[in-house]
T-cell receptor, first 115, second 113 residues
């Protein structure tokens, strides 16, 4: 079974703090993704990565950055947390399209509250 | 561009009744289609997927979906609802040529005893 783990299930941070959300997958997937999920808005893609040290902006990258130093690990960074970044953050991974992959496998999510 | 519309943000059924969750997509090229389920405070779990071949796709937990190209639909059904089916369900589409996975806004399913 594919396993995607996220470093925290619940996180509370103060406005202006730097926040790191970590994601690790154990199935040698090339692609990794960060989404945020808000009621009524579904899932929105923040960033994705198709290889180590590679990153692509998603639909809502503002206020976020990412890091992928190892294939299995993908980090989401909030440089200066703001209250409008309070949300559920979901990490996912998938095989490269050319290897027959397309479905994404999700971690359990991190519910971040910024006060 | 691809898009997904899920009709009804909330659906309520009685235990034992038919479950029907509607999904329509927009895609200029043949799509891959997915249904995911999310239980409270958990991540998304793949229920089923359509890539090529048979248009009626069976998934986990007794769910199935039918790809209807003429109607651009991929509705999710289950003949008999169980209390444990209460969750949020997401339909998603991606073009066969590659690209991002586009999610619908989700349908929350409630099951009444």
């Amino acid at each position: 079974d594919v396993k995607v783990t996220q470093s925290s299930r619940y996180l509370v941070k103060r406005t202006g703090e730097k926040v790191f959300l970590e994601c690790v997958q154990d199935m040698d997937h090339e692609n990794m993704f960060w989404y945020r999920q808000d009621p009524g808005l579904g899932l929105r893609l923040i960033y994705f990565s198709y290889d180590v040290k590679m990153k692509e902006k998603g639909d809502i990258p503002e206020g976020y950055s990412v890091s992928r130093e190892k294939k299995e690990r993908f980090s989401l960074i909030l440089e200066s947390a703001s209250t409008n970044q309070t949300s559920m953050y979901l990490c996912a991974s998938s095989l490269l399209d050319g290897r027959g992959g397309r479905e994404q496998y999700f971690g359990p999510g991190t519910r971040l509250t910024v006060t | 561009a691809q898009s997904v519309t899920q009709l009804g943000s909330h659906v309520s059924v009685s235990e034992g009744a038919l479950v029907l969750l509607r999904c329509n997509y927009s895609s200029s090229v043949p799509p891959y289609l997915f249904w995911y389920v999310q239980y409270p405070n958990q991540g998304l779990q793949l229920l089923l997927k359509y890539t090529t071949g048979a248009t009626l796709v069976k998934g986990i937990n007794g769910f199935e979906a039918e790809f209807k190209k003429s109607e651009t639909s991929f509705h999710l059904t289950k003949p008999s609802a169980h209390m444990s089916d209460a969750a949020e369900y997401f339909c998603a589409v991606t073009p066969t040529g590659g690209g991002k996975l586009i999610f619908g806004q989700g349908t929350e399913l409630s099951v009444k005893p």
